[in-house]
C-alpha cells in the first residue's frame, strides 16, 4: 500500500512538480491524494489538474479565523486517509488544529542551513548577513517557526557577484531532487525521530 500524501502549496508549485513527475516516473512509490492550496490563481492549481490530483482550493478571508479553514482542511485530509503532509512553499502559519493530528507526519522544506535564517526570505538573509554556504533543509514540522526536527540538509555555495535570483534558481534545483527522495525515505519506512534527531536506516 503506498503511502498517501497531500501537498500544500501556495505559489508556482515547482516542488509540487518535482513530487508529481517522480510519482509519474516510477521512482516516488506514493500516491498523491490532495493539493491544498489558499491561492486560486496559483500556477500550482493547474499544475495539480495537469496532474489528476484533486485540489481544495480556498480564500482564508472567506474564513472566521485560521482554525476555521484548518478544521476543513482537516477533514479533507482524514477523508482521503493521508499518511504524510507535505509543505510545498506554503507560506501560511499552521496551527495546531493541523500540527498535533499530523505531527511526525508533517514536513516542510525551507531555503536555508536551518537553524540560520528561519521564517520569510531565506534567501535574502543570507545574502544580507554574507554567508558564504547557505542551503536547503527538510525537516519535521512542529509548532515553531522552522523549528522542527531536520531530516536532511543540502548545502549550496554563495558565490560572488550572487543575487537572490541566481541563488534562488541553484537552491530550488535541490529542493527539487531533495524532497522527493526524502519523501522516498519516509515511504520506505526508514525514517524515525528521536527527540531531536531524525534517524535514517
Known sequence: MSLRIAV?????????????????????????ELLVCDKPQAPVVARAERAGVEAFVFKPKDYASREAYEQEILQKLRDKQVDLVVLAGYMRIITSVLVEPYEGKMINIHPSMLPSFPGV???????????KVTGVTVHFVDGGLDSGPIIAQRAVDILPGDTEESVAARIHAVEQELYPQVIEWIAAGKVSIEGRHVVID
Do not use: E, H, M, T
Not at 508529481?20 to 506514493?30: F, I, N, P, S, Y
Not at 534567501?123 to 554574507?130: D, E, S, T
Open 8 to 32: 500544500f502549496a501556495s505559489g508556482n508549485g515547482s516542488n509540487f512538480q518535482a513530487i508529481a513527475d517522480a510519482v509519474q516516473a516510477g521512482k516516488l512509490d506514493v500516491s498523491i
Open 121 to 131: 526570505n531565506a534567501i535574502g538573509q543570507a545574502l544580507q548577513y554574507g554567508v
